[in-house]
């Protein structure tokens, strides 16, 4: 189905996993194009009721773009990269699915904004985050200045922007920039766990937190009305009557996502 991904679909979670472990998982053109088709999947399949992003291997979730694509680019041409980039991972956090990165070693650069660009993120104990560019005489160009400040506030993105510097896990955690710590190991186990209670949820209002929470961020769109208007699209849907029902009569709520 895909060149450079592979793909597994369990009890409503869908895992993708970006498999170039020769390349430490690297993007490049065929990646990008294999996760546009992944999240025309992910909106159009009615089984996937979440998502997770990994890299094949324990040594790499993304280690960066392929930088042997960017030696022949000129400006215009770079201009266009990076908008693909961009363009790409706008889609991912602006799925209507939670897509959560389980990061594994290596997340830098172009990683690291793959990773940013999901709902939240889980990293094991070896992994790393970073943004490097600087170190090629380049900037971020996937979203990285923009996602790296609104998850970690600017004094501290400024910070590892300009200086290169990679943090380990830990670190990460205590940033916010990850939401959950594992061992290699359990990494895969504890995101499914995790997404496994998010899909007994109502889909439908997933789909709206996910939508108001973004708008936070977007100078377009104001927030409270959005949350207003998605609010009371929910009075329309049979999930928020199944689910007030079950609250009153004391069951368990079944969401069908209507």
Do not use: W
């Not at 680019?73 to 363009?87: F, I, T, V």
């Amino acid at each position: 189905m895909y060149q450079t991904l592979l793909s597994n679909l369990e009890n409503g979670i869908y895992t993708i996993t970006i498999n170039r472990p020769d390349k430490l998982n690297a993007l490049n053109k065929n990646v990008f194009t294999d996760l546009n088709a992944a999240i025309d999947e992910i909106e159009s399949n009615n089984e996937i009721r979440s998502v997770i992003i990994t890299g094949s291997g324990t040594k790499a979730f993304v280690a960066g773009a392929d930088i042997s694509e960017f030696n022949a680019l000129n400006k215009d041409e770079a201009k266009a990269l990076a908008k693909r980039g961009q363009d790409t991972f706008a889609r991912i956090e602006n799925c209507s699915k939670p897509i959560v990165a389980a990061v594994n070693g290596f997340a830098l650069g172009g990683g690291c904004e793959l990773a940013m660009a999901c709902h939240f993120r889980i990293a094991s104990e070896n992994a790393k985050f970073g943004q490097p560019e600087v170190n090629l005489g380049l900037i971020p160009g996937y979203g990285g200045t923009q996602r790296l400040v609104q998850l970690i506030g600017k004094g501290k993105a400024m910070e590892l922007l300009i200086s290169a510097h990679m943090i380990d896990a830990k670190e990460a955690k205590e940033l916010g920039l990850v939401n959950y710590v594992t061992t290699t190991e359990t990494l895969i186990e504890h995101t499914k766990q995790i997404l496994s209670v998010i899909n007994s949820k109502a889909p439908l209002a997933i789909a709206s937190c996910i939508k108001a929470a973004n708008a936070v961020f977007d100078e377009s769109k104001n927030g409270f009305t959005l949350e207003i208007e998605e609010f009371g699209n929910c009075f329309d849907t049979a999930d928020m009557k199944e689910g007030t029902t079950a609250f009153i009569e004391k069951r368990k709520a079944v969401f069908t996502g209507k």
